[in-house]
């Protein structure tokens, strides 16, 4: 694929602007702010779309930032572009209401169809993020050689882990590593309340248990009591019955004796001198004596077993107190039972309907998140892993003109130049053979990634660290690849050096004069 | 003749325990019964029908005092009550033991019988749970006497562990009026004919919608039932709607708005859904602070168009990991994905 011409109808700056590229080489020369980057953007946005983000995030997205400084009625512009032999004429209005796009096969006269992913067939099925990490090149951001270091080791890394070189998988790993850690303390903390009102349920279990065994050791006390009282009592139930009989008796007795002898007395004085014998005298006055005797006797033996059963009734009465009280213990005891089997049951729903399911849930995502990006990422890692060292090695020994033969990316992605049969660390290579890795490395990953279409080249100062010789050979390169390739930049070695080499090019400048 | 129809009381019971409210929810259980005997009084109720449950577990015998002294307050109308699965009646359960006020019946029998009521001229069958659980239909087989007068069964059940009920079988048996509980949801199986009065009061989270009694007559003409609504909180769910214009705040605000409308005295399961602006991370401990909250779940997904990052990210890891896991329909799988993504641009830098 190759990119004809370029029009932009307006977008940020720049307002009915035309650029005419060639198949080959394109230096667009400009100082800084002369809207190299603006160009970049568009041609991202022309190629992918402008994504516009929702909500509140609209107002600082790539959307607002580059609407067209003079609005004339249009925000976006024209591709023309070269695939498979064929001219296809790509449109596209960026504007919010009236946005479309339009995809015309020139050569053909032929609309297409963008849903259909004739687009796509163009760019060979890549994707923003693989443009982006492959054949767009700008400059390592760091400034210090350890950094740059770094900063490629962790690209490659990334790379490596997630066909991306800016997506670091360990750091959405962390992420979610700090989230589930988050998610956990919240858990326990809801845990710890519940764990409170736990304890409330249990401590009143435990009360209620040893009040149970209080009452029970009581109610032993009571009982042993109460067995001893039965045991020691002088007389038995029976006999305390069968002893009010008698004294009931006794006293009918005496009664009945004394009736008798007051009869048999008054019978004696009215008939005293009519009774004819003395000795019948004698016999009447010996009876009514023998009368009184016995009904003392009866009397006498009726009191002495009442006291005797004064004595017995005092031992019932503590008796019967036992009874009622053993009798109080056991009704107190059945409803402290009865209480604590509540409690006991309220606990175990208590426990049962314990935890949130809502945290585990969330938990589980998490965890369950974490893997799938693991595995993706290790799948990755072995696929891409592979052929990148091979393919890098390759270009990298071409672009220093043999002068490393080979790259060697081991486990945790440190680098490592073979040179002269030595293994150099890249740690104590210069700037610019780190730059050039870099290099290297991209143009690899396109290699790997952009199979089905060569897509043009962007470089973005992506030589400012070389030094000529190195320029030269990133050049010839370049030149010999065959590509289209866009060279942004603000200095003028590119133009010498492809002059003295005598590859063609064409140059377009970019002032901010020359701006609209 | 005039009745009041309620169930599951589930007096002591301690709903959300480990929620601030909880003890006052406890105490709204009994407050409710309390003013339900009140209205019997005011409006001269001739019978009051507990269809079980009165207590949440075994009842303890100053509770039955309590709930005699109510009784007492009220001695022109006729209390009828059974035991439920909650308060079932085990060998020494307290119900048995203890003395009742005269206009006060049990029917504790583990098979249904009958009471006669002379003064309304009203026949009540019931019968009461003695295990927690009973599977089969403890009213298959009952039918009305045939003598004089109204005829009213008394209920408790409806699942498969609880005396599945036959509706139909039962409407066909021709009780002026079955009064049922054990199930809290309030509903009218049979005009004016089957119904369950629901809890009075909603005892856990799951209990939403109104609770209260029924309210009934009988006469020649038939039976009249209405459901009068009674308690004094209930359960919301309160669904709130998010767009990706909203913030922490803006929801707050909204969910805050939405409780005072709709009583502070309720307690809500608040629930936001619809699509939240990626880079919103709602705290939901936040809004429990709003009122009584006793759940927030947040089912919104972050407003990510898919098919655009998909297009965008094809060919890495992003990308492949949309197309492997971005079309799940399973709830669990969904969050999972939302998580990861986020993480992914996230650490992408794209968010």
């Known amino acids: 694929m190759k990119i004809k011409n370029i029009y932009i109808r307006g977008f940020g700056k720049f307002h009915r602007k035309q650029i005419e590229c060639s198949d080959g080489i394109n230096l667009i020369c400009g100082e800084n702010g002369g809207g190299k980057t603006t160009l970049h953007t568009f041609l991202c946005c022309m190629l992918f779309g402008i994504r516009r983000k929702r909500g509140r995030a609209a107002a600082t997205d790539t959307y607002s930032r580059y609407e067209p400084w003079e609005f004339d009625g249009n925000y976006g512009g024209a591709l023309d572009i070269e695939s498979g032999g064929k001219i296809f004429r790509l449109e596209r209005s960026f504007l919010k209401d009236r946005g479309n796009t339009r995809l015309v096969c020139e050569t053909d006269g032929e609309l297409l169809s963008i849903e259909d992913g004739d687009l796509d067939m163009l760019l060979g099925g890549v994707s923003e993020t693989v443009f982006e990490n492959t054949v767009f090149v700008g400059q390592l951001k760091s400034r210090t050689e350890e950094g740059l270091v770094r900063e490629l080791q962790n690209y490659i ?47 009143r279990m435990q009360f209620l248990e040893e009040e149970n065994r209080r009452l029970a050791d009581e109610l032993e006390e009571v009982r042993g009591k109460l067995k001893q009282e039965m045991f020691h009592k002088k007389v038995p139930y029976e006999q305390v019955r069968r002893a009010k009989q008698r004294v009931h008796r006794d006293f009918k007795w005496a009664a009945a004796c004394g009736g008798g002898m007051i009869l048999l007395a008054a019978l004696t004085v009215m008939l005293f001198y009519k009774i004819p014998s003395v000795i019948i005298r004698i016999g009447l006055s010996a009876a009514c004596v023998c009368m009184a005797a016995a009904m003392i006797h009866f009397v006498r033996r009726g009191r002495g077993e009442i006291r005797e059963k004064e004595e017995d009734s005092s031992q019932e009465e503590y008796i019967r107190m036992l009874k009622w009280q053993a009798e109080h213990l056991e009704r107190n ?32 995502a998490v965890s369950l998140a974490m893997e799938r990006i693991q595995q993706l990422s290790a799948g990755m890692q072995k696929e891409l892993g592979k052929y990148l060292q091979k393919k890098v090695s390759d270009i990298f020994c071409e672009i220093t003109g043999g002068k490393y033969t080979q790259v060697l990316v081991d486990e945790d992605f440190s680098l490592s130049l073979y040179q002269d049969g030595r293994c150099i660390p890249l740690a104590q290579e210069s700037t610019g053979t780190v730059e050039q890795l870099y290099f290297a490395f991209r143009m690899a990953a396109e290699e790997l990634l952009c199979r089905e279409e060569t897509l043009p080249v962007f470089l973005d100062d992506a030589f400012a660290m070389y030094d000529a010789k190195r320029l030269r050979q990133a050049l010839i390169w370049l030149e010999k690849s065959g590509r289209q390739v866009f060279i942004f930049t603000c200095q003028d070695r590119e133009e010498k050096i492809l002059d003295e080499l005598g590859i063609s090019y064409r140059k377009t400048e970019m002032t901010k004069e020359k701006l609209c | 003749m005039r009745f009041i129809h309620l169930a599951d009381v589930h007096l002591g019971a301690q709903p959300d325990l480990g929620y601030p409210w909880s003890k006052k929810r406890e105490e709204q259980i009994w407050e409710s019964f309390r003013r ?4 019997a009084a005011e409006e001269k109720t001739d019978l009051l029908i507990i269809a079980g449950d009165l207590f949440h577990r075994q009842p303890l015998m100053w509770e ?36 009742w006020n005269d206009n006060v019946t049990g029917l504790w029998g583990e098979s249904c019988s009958s009471v006669y009521l002379p003064k309304i001229s009203t026949w009540v069958y019931g019968c009461s749970y003695h295990q927690r659980e009973v599977r089969e239909n403890l009213y298959r087989d009952v039918r009305p006497n045939g003598k004089d007068g109204f005829h009213i069964l008394i209920g408790h059940g409806g699942d498969a562990s609880h005396s599945p009920l036959d509706i139909g079988k039962l409407q066909a048996a021709g009780f002026d009026y079955a009064a049922l509980g054990h ?57 709130i709607p998010v767009t990706e214009e909203d913030t922490q705040y803006s929801v707050e605000q909204t969910v805050r708005s939405e409780i005072e409308s709709r009583g502070a005295q309720n307690i809500y399961k608040v629930a936001l859904c619809g699509v939240r602006s990626p880079e919103i991370r709602f705290a939901a401990e936040r809004f429990a602070k709003l009122g009584q909250v006793i759940e927030t779940e947040n089912r919104t997904r972050p407003g990510y168009n898919i098919k655009e990052l998909q297009a965008r990210y094809e060919g890495s890891l992003i990308g492949e990991y949309i197309r492997l896991y971005g079309s799940s329909e399973d709830e669990a799988e969904r969050l999972a994905f939302d998580y990861g993504l986020e993480a992914l641009l996230e650490a992408e830098g794209a968010l």
């Open chain 2, 36 to 39: 339900v005997i009140a209205e």
């Open chain 2, 183 to 239: 199930i809290h949801k309030p509903q009218i199986l049979a005009e004016n004919r089957i119904a369950f009065s629901g809890a009075l009061e909603p005892i856990d989270r799951n209990d939403t919608g109104p609770h209260g009694f029924i309210r009934g007559s009988c006469d020649r003409k038939g039976t009249r039932i209405s459901f009068v609504p009674f308690a004094s909180c209930s359960y919301v769910p309160l669904d």
């Open chain 2, 64 to 99: 039955l005092k309590e709930v005699n002294y109510l009784f007492s307050t009220i001695p022109d109308t006729s209390v009828v009550l059974i035991a439920g699965n909650h308060d079932y009646l085990k060998k020494d359960s307290s119900y048995l033991r203890f003395v």
């Open chain 1, 333 to 364: 005891m059945t409803q402290k039972t009865q209480e604590l089997e509540n409690i006991q049951n309220a606990y175990r729903e208590f426990c049962d309907s314990g935890g949130d399911d809502e945290s585990s849930r969330k938990l589980q």
């Open chain 1, 157 to 203: 890394a990334n790379y490596q882990g997630s066909g991306d070189g800016s997506l670091d998988v360990g750091k959405a790993l962390e992420i979610l590593r700090a989230r589930r850690k988050e998610m956990e303390a919240a858990q326990r903390e809801e845990q710890s309340v519940r764990a409170e009102q736990g304890k409330k349920l249990t401590s």
